[in-house]
């Protein structure tokens, strides 16, 4: 079956541009969530929705970054007026319920910001 | 001090060889433990799941977890060069469904 998809791929910003990043969970999935890989490190933890309720943001590092599933499935990463540092990869995973249940994540967006 | 460490390599063995990678924790509310597999430009995907304390097992895969010690272990048997990625370890308090504290992850090179 489809798993995890985001887009786009790869996407490129000049520094004060706004990105906006996709991600498609496994149908069904009530719980989303979204990661921040850094080169040479493990994904961190920015945010947690179940359904469209957003649960925790405790991991955005600031408020340029803001993320959204209104419907409860596709979800949207925002990240306003881009800086070098959020050069990354961003993953997004999902579950079926919540607590003891595996995510699965998706390909990653790498976000290059010039 | 990061909550999660682990050594981030690179660790080259010869194909056949047993692998052993390790992390450690410092928060003892952490309940359940994973390893995933990460390959090039690709999302992690899951290889072990264990709650709290004891071995798994699955095909050339051990986990261990020793809660006492804030240590867990990966083995790999009889590796393969398509063993040849990026493991991490990861943690949560509340289960899968919560948010994952992630290793550094280890790079893994299997040689012919």
């Known amino acids: 079956g489809a798993g995890v998809s985001q887009s786009p791929r790869y996407k490129v910003a000049k520094r004060g541009q706004d990105v906006a990043l996709r991600c498609d969970p496994i149908?069904?999935?009530?719980?989303l969530f979204w990661y921040q890989q850094a080169l040479g490190q493990g994904p961190e933890f920015l945010t947690y929705?179940?359904?469209?309720?957003?649960?925790?943001k405790s991991g955005l590092p600031s408020d340029r970054f803001f993320a959204e599933r209104p419907e409860g499935s596709v979800s949207t990463l925002k990240i306003q007026r881009t800086q070098q540092e959020d050069s990354a990869v961003y993953l997004c995973?999902?579950?079926?319920?919540?607590?003891?249940?595996?995510?699965?994540f998706g390909p990653g967006t790498r976000l290059t910001v010039l | 001090q990061k909550e999660v460490e682990q050594d981030p390599g690179p660790l080259s063995v010869p194909e056949g060889a047993i692998v052993s990678l390790n992390c450690t924790y410092s928060?003892?509310?952490?309940?359940?433990f994973m390893w995933y597999r990460q390959y090039s430009r690709k999302g992690p995907e899951l290889l072990m799941y264990?709650?709290?304390?004891g071995n798994k097992e699955d095909g050339r895969f051990t986990a261990q977890v020793d809660k006492s010690s804030k240590y867990i272990s990966l083995f790999i048997r009889d590796s393969q060069p398509s063993d040849s990625a990026t493991y991490l370890c990861?943690?949560?308090?509340?289960?899968?469904?919560?948010?994952?504290?992630f290793g550094t992850g280890t790079q893994l090179k299997v040689e012919l």
């Open positions: 995973a999902s579950s079926l319920l919540g607590a003891g249940d595996t995510q699965y």
């Open positions: 149908s069904g999935h009530v719980s």
């Open positions: 929705f179940q359904n469209e309720a957003q649960l925790d």
């Open positions: 928060n003892s509310a952490f309940q359940y």
């Open positions: 264990t709650y709290s304390s």
């Open positions: 990861a943690m949560s308090a509340t289960g899968g469904g919560n948010k994952l504290t």
